[in-house]
């Protein structure tokens, strides 16, 4: 390409001899081979490394599609045996599934079987090893509602505490359980302390809040 010079006095570029085309020429050759020479000394070093990252690449990419398709799958069939389950009213079928599923779904199994079958025991494990804490707080709820009069209103305070806060779907529910518990031992400070509470939250749920001013 000719130079800016060359172009402002608009001066051909000089043509190379035919020794210098011969000369580039070689000089091409020769640098193709030192570079050959130098990528096949690179992987030969290298050549071991290199396969095995290629295999690891291989065994992780292969080990992923099968990950998805056996979770995939895995979903699939517990669906299909939760359905079956339901359908067939099978307290049992729910219980095992709950053992072999995981998250919300075991939970949710393992409530459906107590549903069914009425079993505490299953409300107990539900409530002490639950895998998400709405679960284990509809639980204790339930269980409230079953062994509440063997409890005092400590102790029952003492086992709703993880609902004791608004972060909890049930923080209503069990105010209003407790306090009904301590008007059943006569503590009516301690029980219109938390009607009160309920009255002027203006989130409260209506039902609540209505049952909160009835026995206020």
Same mark, same amino acid.
């Given at each position: 390409m000719a130079t800016m010079l060359e172009r402002n006095k608009k001066v051909k570029a000089p043509q190379k001899t035919r020794a210098e085309h011969m000369e580039?020429?070689?000089?091409?050759?020769?640098?193709?081979?030192? $570079?050959?020479?130098? #990528?096949?000394?690179?992987?030969?070093?290298?050549?071991?490394?290199?396969?095995?990252? +290629? !295999?690891?690449? &291989?065994?992780?990419?292969?080990?992923?599609?099968?990950?998805?398709?056996?979770?995939?799958? $895995?979903?699939?069939? #517990?669906?299909?045996a939760y359905e079956m389950a339901i359908e067939n009213r099978d307290?049992? +079928? !729910?219980?095992? &599934?709950?053992?072999?599923?995981?998250?919300?779904?075991?939970?949710?199994?393992?409530?459906?079987?107590?549903?069914?079958?009425?079993?505490?025991n299953k409300l107990e494990k539900l409530a002490n090893d639950g895998n998400t804490r709405d679960f284990r707080d509809l639980a204790r709820l339930h269980i409230v509602g079953i062994r509440g009069d063997d409890m005092t209103a400590q102790d029952m305070k003492k086992y709703l505490s993880d609902m004791d806060s608004k972060s909890s779907p049930f923080y209503y529910s069990a105010r209003i359980t407790l306090a009904q518990k301590y008007l059943s031992e006569n503590n009516t400070s301690a029980a219109n302390e938390i009607l009160d509470e309920i009255i002027a939250d203006k989130n409260a749920p209506s039902t609540i809040a209505a049952t909160a001013a009835t026995l206020r």
């Amino acid at each position: 390409m000719a130079t800016m010079l060359e172009r402002n006095k608009k001066v051909k570029a000089p043509q190379k001899t035919r020794a210098e085309h011969m000369e580039d020429a070689l000089y091409r050759e020769v640098w193709e081979d030192v $570079n050959n020479e130098k #990528t096949m000394q690179f992987i030969k070093k290298y050549s071991k490394h290199m396969m095995v990252a +290629a !295999l690891m690449i &291989l065994i992780v990419a292969t080990g992923i599609q099968i990950g998805v398709r056996t979770h995939r799958a $895995n979903k699939i069939a #517990t669906a299909n045996a939760y359905e079956m389950a339901i359908e067939n009213r099978d307290a049992n +079928a !729910l219980a095992a &599934l709950a053992d072999n599923a995981s998250g919300a779904t075991a939970d949710l199994a393992l409530f459906q079987a107590y549903l069914l079958d009425n079993d505490v025991n299953k409300l107990e494990k539900l409530a002490n090893d639950g895998n998400t804490r709405d679960f284990r707080d509809l639980a204790r709820l339930h269980i409230v509602g079953i062994r509440g009069d063997d409890m005092t209103a400590q102790d029952m305070k003492k086992y709703l505490s993880d609902m004791d806060s608004k972060s909890s779907p049930f923080y209503y529910s069990a105010r209003i359980t407790l306090a009904q518990k301590y008007l059943s031992e006569n503590n009516t400070s301690a029980a219109n302390e938390i009607l009160d509470e309920i009255i002027a939250d203006k989130n409260a749920p209506s039902t609540i809040a209505a049952t909160a001013a009835t026995l206020r």
